[in-house]
């Protein structure tokens, strides 16, 4: 495979949200045969199963962005120890209706920054819990539980030196990871 398509779905719709800027910064320490594409989900109606039947049209963008990618990077927050609601609900419309998962076989990752200490372990694993049940094979090693603190990012929104050695780490296992479940 020549270019690896990655669709990063970020968890929070703040304007000025760490995780967003996590992922902008993070896709930087990627081979340049990795290409990654923030799937939008601020758009998507709070999931219903009575509109399985007639999607929404931001609801099939979103399932057809899923479907293209090759893999998937999760950045999210932590929301009371938990995934947000907008990440859960863009999930759900995905992997609706039952049977037409769009999330299915695709490698992922996951991270995300918070201003506390452990980060947001307890989101990501919430998360690793649904993906597991969606047959989204996850990158279970090195686990990225980013403290949002001063030096995070650099002055031109790159990841900052302190923690460049640690990302770079965790983006190559990521790739590596991808590129040994697509493979198989």
């Given at each position: 495979?020549?270019?690896?398509?990655?669709?990063?779905?970020?968890?929070?719709?703040?304007?000025?949200?760490?995780?967003?800027?996590?992922?902008?910064?993070?896709?930087?320490?990627?081979?340049?045969?990795?290409?990654?594409?923030?799937?939008?989900?601020?758009?998507?109606?709070?999931?219903?199963?009575?509109?399985?039947?007639?999607?929404?049209?931001?609801?099939?963008?979103?399932?057809?962005?899923?479907?293209?990618?090759?893999?998937?990077?999760?950045?999210?927050?932590?929301?009371?120890?938990?995934?947000?609601?907008?990440?859960?609900?863009?999930?759900?419309?995905?992997?609706?209706p039952y049977g037409q998962s769009a999330w299915a076989g695709k490698p992922a990752g996951i991270l995300g920054a918070s201003i506390?200490?452990?980060?947001?372990?307890?989101?990501?694993?919430?998360?690793?819990?649904?993906?597991?049940?969606?047959?989204?094979?996850?990158?279970?090693?090195?686990?990225?539980?980013?403290?949002?603190?001063?030096?995070?990012?650099?002055?031109?929104?790159?990841?900052?030196?302190?923690?460049?050695?640690?990302?770079?780490?965790?983006?190559?296992?990521?790739?590596?990871?991808?590129?040994?479940?697509?493979?198989?």
């Open positions: 495979m020549n270019t690896y398509n990655i669709a990063v779905i970020v968890g929070s719709l703040r304007k000025d949200s760490f995780n967003r800027r996590l992922a902008d910064a993070i896709v930087k320490l990627a081979p340049p045969e990795f290409s990654f594409k923030q799937a939008r989900i601020n758009d998507l109606p709070l999931y219903n199963q009575d509109d399985d039947a007639n999607q929404a049209e931001p609801v099939k963008r979103l399932k057809k962005e899923i479907k293209d990618a090759h893999g998937l990077l999760f950045v999210t927050p932590e929301y009371n120890r938990s995934i947000p609601g907008v990440l859960k609900n863009a999930i759900d419309h995905a992997s609706r506390g200490v452990i980060g947001t372990a307890m989101a990501q694993q919430h998360l690793r819990n649904i993906l597991a049940y969606l047959d989204v094979p996850t990158l279970g090693q090195p686990e990225a539980f980013i403290q949002m603190k001063d030096g995070l990012f650099d002055e031109t929104g790159s990841i900052g030196p302190a923690s460049r050695e640690f990302l770079q780490g965790w983006m190559d296992r990521y790739v590596a990871w991808v590129k040994k479940v697509l493979d198989q």
